[in-house]
């Protein structure tokens, strides 16, 4: 009896071979790029010191509760163009000739900044500031000495104007 073998094409001319082979080809690419992203980005929302942070909580609060006491509460007034920014004591009003405001982006350390203030008479502060991206931005307004602090909330571009206050304490039972 005589077998007949039917003429078949090598097996990369053939789709199975290929489309089973899709499939770990895909997660082995998308693999070498997910490692690729994560050795190049930095991740800016995890700190170094997160211990130290932590032990520092309470001077932290420490700060908000002197602020509090002494009655501090600042508007911050932006020009149209967030050029400049002037601050003014809408109660209580600290003897110093230099405030610092800090400007944080909750997402992007990297575009932090530090904007020191200079008096400019009857309670009112007034510095350049630097060009801001456009999303929510935190703002503390504190002394040099780091001794009391005021926070508040802003959006880029939005309201040309933030009021600043000491931050709720919250008491633990």
Excluded: C
């Amino acid at each position: 009896m005589k077998t007949q073998f039917a003429q078949s094409a090598p097996w990369y001319r053939e789709p199975w071979p290929w489309l089973l082979m899709a499939g770990p080809a895909t997660v082995v690419v998308a693999g070498a790029i997910t490692i690729y992203l994560a050795v190049v980005s930095s991740d800016g929302l995890v700190a170094d010191d997160y211990y130290k942070r932590g032990l520092a909580i309470n001077q932290t609060l420490s700060r908000d509760a002197l602020a509090k006491e002494r009655d501090y509460h600042a508007r911050v007034e932006f020009t149209a163009d967030f050029a400049q920014v002037n601050v003014s004591f809408e109660r209580g009003a600290p003897d110093t000739t230099q405030l610092v405001l800090h400007l944080a982006h909750p997402g992007r350390a990297a575009l932090d900044r530090m904007l020191p203030l200079r008096a400019q008479g009857d309670g009112r502060y007034a510095g350049v500031l630097p060009e801001l991206t456009a999303g929510r931005w935190q703002l503390t307004l504190e002394d040099a000495g780091r001794t009391w602090r005021l926070v508040g909330d802003m959006i880029v571009p939005g309201r040309a104007s933030v009021s600043l206050s000491p931050r709720k304490i919250r008491s633990t039972p």
